[in-house]
């Protein structure tokens, strides 16, 4: 019960952080899902889409919406725009967006995009003026 109580309060920042920390055949690309030698491979979006019980069709066509909004993101959190945790790297957007790009961009490991997110969760630094639009 006391477990029950402490899980509630994680931060969806933290849940999310948690899943793509665990050992999966992970692609370091934004393509979803590949089988690659047998065993299908998830990007970090469909890894995360997969442990909500999508199905890998599902995942493979993108039917799924707001995967954010299913690990208790608020809507308003969820769109906010960030900046990429990654050092030296301007990019800014929604938290998905920045996923999907220290992914496919970066290619950074799954445990590495984990420890990223946590890092957007308590990044207090201001966006840059022009809006963060990269050109
Ligand atoms: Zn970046």
């Not at 690659?36 to 493979?60: F, N, P, Q, V």
């Not at 809507?75 to 999907?100: A, F, Y």
Request: with cysteine; charged share 30%.
């Amino acid at each position: 019960m006391k477990t029950q109580l402490t899980r509630t309060n994680v931060s969806p920042f933290k849940k999310i952080a948690e899943i793509l920390m665990e050992d999966f055949p992970y692609y370091a690309g934004w393509k979803f899902i590949e089988k690659k030698r047998g065993t299908m491979h998830y990007c970090a979006m469909a890894y995360l889409e997969k442990k909500k019980g999508y199905s890998d069709w599902r995942i493979r066509l993108n039917l799924i919406d707001n995967i954010l909004e299913k690990y208790g993101f608020p809507h308003d959190e969820s769109t906010k725009e960030r900046l990429c945790p990654v050092e030296g790297c301007k990019k800014t957007g929604p938290l998905l967006g920045l996923i999907e790009h220290m992914n496919a961009g970066h290619k950074l490991p799954a445990t590495e995009i984990a420890n990223a997110i946590e890092r957007i969760e308590h990044d207090n630094r201001r966006l840059p003026p022009y809006g963060g639009k990269e050109f």
